[in-house]
């Protein structure tokens, strides 16, 4: 079967956070949780620019093939004062030696590893309700500061 319909995206905004100091919890063998907060961070766009409130957290699940799943809440704030509530779920992963760059901090070329994120918003506020009816993907890329991402909505 011939897929006639390609994926067209356009771009919601770029977002870049600050993330602390992960904290341990631990797991079962295979696989370690570590937890840290987000205390804030930048988005720009076309259609929605601001910044990131303070207060998200940054959940990340430490697989046993190398790959980290992650689990993050954060709220955005409009130029505009509206507030967005933004969930994402995605995965990182790459060489061994990239990986362990990437842990110690270091700079690394995003080109060198997988970074994608799936995004979900929620909002009442009218200007923006229609985040809440979109499905975004974001491509990132981890920085010494955090993360950076890119993220699309599908159309």
């Known amino acids: 079967m011939t897929n006639t319909m390609p994926i067209r995206s356009r771009r919601l905004f770029a977002m870049q956070l600050s993330v602390n100091a992960f904290r341990m919890i631990g797991g079962p063998e295979g696989s370690t949780l570590r937890i840290a907060d987000v205390p804030g961070g930048t988005f720009t766009g076309e259609r929605l620019q601001g910044i990131v409130l303070p207060n998200g957290t940054d959940w990340q699940t430490l697989r046993g093939d190398g790959a980290v799943m992650l689990d993050a809440r954060v709220v955005l704030k409009t130029h505009d004062d ?33 970074f994608r994120i799936t995004p979900v918003f929620q909002t009442s506020d009218p200007r923006y309700e229609w985040l809440n009816r979109i499905v975004a993907v974001g491509i990132g890329e981890r920085l010494p500061e955090g993360p950076r991402y890119d993220v699309y909505e599908i159309l």
């Open 82 to 114: 509206a507030l967005i509530a933004m969930t994402y779920r995605g995965i990182r992963h790459g060489p061994p030696e990239v990986m362990a760059r990437l842990t110690r901090g270091e700079h690394v070329d995003g080109e060198s590893y997988y």
